[in-house]
């Protein structure tokens, strides 16, 4: 009931072209849901978030669509670029601070 | 990056040396968090912190010990370091009202 379940494990993407990486869980009691994007070499970085009250958060050309009564949610990456060339982890959290879950990551690869 | 190092940043070991991670963090979060993270297996929490002397476990807790003794500094030792520990180790501190965790840079732990 812990585990976040995160699809493809890998992604090649044309410059341009549109990024979906999906993410679903089974513990209802989430009630926030991020996503980090990690280079190599580097640790997890805060890309977007959101929480079950809402069903999509658009930042720029990152947006995430959330879908309560199936238990998923998604990160879209519009006009994706070589710069977003990195490995994307969703995520879940409850009880502020005491229980985290990531995914087990999607390595994108944007063609120039 | 939330003020947070780690030292060291790499390691070579040998089996059943004893290691100690240090993970340090300059803003005064409450929250402190070792993971490990290993290819197709995302980010798993090993111990966690909720205050100076305060520590619970995570996920993936065997063989790992940590320690707390200021707000700053969170260790993290492998009492007897075996070759299933290495890793790349990442702490992380938990900032603000929106659950949002800052990674450090990590630590890659080679045991032979």
């Known amino acids: 009931q812990q585990q976040v379940k995160q699809s493809p494990q890998s992604l090649i993407v044309q410059k341009g072209g549109i990024s979906i990486i999906n993410c679903a869980y089974e513990n209802t009691a989430f009630d926030y849901f991020p996503w980090y994007q990690q280079f190599p070499g580097k640790g997890p970085a805060l890309l977007i978030a959101i929480r079950p009250d809402v069903s999509e958060k658009k930042e720029g050309r990152f947006t995430i669509s959330f879908n309560k009564s199936a238990k998923q949610f998604s990160l879209h990456i519009m006009d994706s670029q070589p710069g977003d060339s990195a490995t994307y982890f969703c995520?879940?959290?409850?009880?502020?601070?005491?229980?985290?879950?990531f995914g087990p990551g999607t390595r994108l690869s944007v063609l120039p | 990056d939330a003020g947070i190092t780690q030292s060291p940043r790499h390691k070579v070991t040998e089996t059943g040396t004893p290691v100690t991670l240090r993970c340090h963090q300059t803003?005064?979060?409450?929250?402190m968090y070792w993971y490990r993270q290993d290819p197709g297996h995302g980010l798993r929490l090993i111990h966690y912190s909720y205050g100076v002397k305060d520590t619970d476990k995570g996920e993936v807790s065997d063989g790992y010990s940590v320690s707390r003794s200021k707000t700053e500094d969170f260790l993290l030792t492998l009492e007897s370091a075996t070759s299933s520990q290495t890793s790349v180790y990442f702490c992380a501190t938990l900032a603000g009202e929106a659950d949002t965790q800052y990674f450090g840079p990590g630590t890659r732990l080679t045991v032979l």
């Open positions: 995520a879940a959290s409850m009880d502020y601070g005491q229980n985290f879950v």
């Open positions: 803003e005064n979060h409450r929250y």
